[in-house]
Nanobody, 115 residues
């Protein structure tokens, strides 16, 4: 089993910053990638950013230049540094981990950006 625990969400004013963390535990080996999705009110879940164990990253167009994903493979933790936050970034942010063609999800952490 794989457990993912997110932290770092909260309320911030527009233009502010937050840093999300996601720590993986449990039966962990052969991790392929980790990353973040989000789901805003009344919206579908969408990819925010991902990172492979080799360090390759990908970002959704709407966060390029504002968000940075990074990981610590020893700590099995992935981070999402979010800068220049906008009200439309308000969502529940979900961490994921890909391992052997299975995707695991965290419980989500709420990010609210006030205008």
């Amino acid at each position: 089993q794989v457990q993912l625990v997110e932290s770092g969400g909260g309320l911030v004013q527009a233009g502010g910053s937050l840093r999300l963390s996601c720590a993986a535990s449990g039966t962990i080996f052969s991790i392929n990638a980790m990353g973040w999705y989000r789901q805003g009110p009344g919206k579908q879940r969408e990819l925010v950013a991902g990172i492979t164990t080799g360090g390759n990253t990908n970002y959704a167009d709407f966060v390029k230049g504002r968000f940075t994903i990074s990981s610590d493979n020893v700590k099995r933790t992935v981070y999402l540094q979010m800068n220049s936050l906008k009200p439309e970034d308000t969502a529940v942010y979900y961490c994921y981990l890909d391992r052997e063609r299975i995707r695991y999800w965290g419980q989500g952490t709420q990010v609210t950006v006030s205008s």
